[in-house]
């Protein structure tokens, strides 16, 4: 019998037949465990961290993204003064 790490609730599996790397999940606290070894086995909670860390990159990249392109009072796309001097210079 398998304790969750988090909660110490029972979880029901047969030692025997999980794999490393298999994600199980705690029936109590519904954290998501990874096996990490078999013999013994081994379980990690699966950090939400990661998740957040994924959110925050792509809020990063969606703000510079907007940060290229201005922007008027009304919304309007500003052109770039860099990009007049090229056509003038072709």
């Not at 860390?53 to 009072?73: R, S, T």
């Amino acid at each position: 019998m398998l304790r969750c790490p988090e909660c110490s609730a029972e979880i029901d599996v047969d030692e025997d037949e999980v794999e490393e790397g298999e994600i199980l999940s705690c029936p109590e606290c519904e954290c998501e465990l990874e096996v990490s070894q078999t013999h013994p086995v081994a379980l990690n909670p699966i950090s939400d961290d990661l998740d957040e860390e994924e959110d925050d990159e792509e809020e990063d990249d969606e703000e510079d993204a907007e940060d290229e392109d201005k922007f008027d009072e009304n919304g309007d796309l500003l052109e770039d003064d860099e990009d007049d001097d090229e056509e003038e210079d072709e």
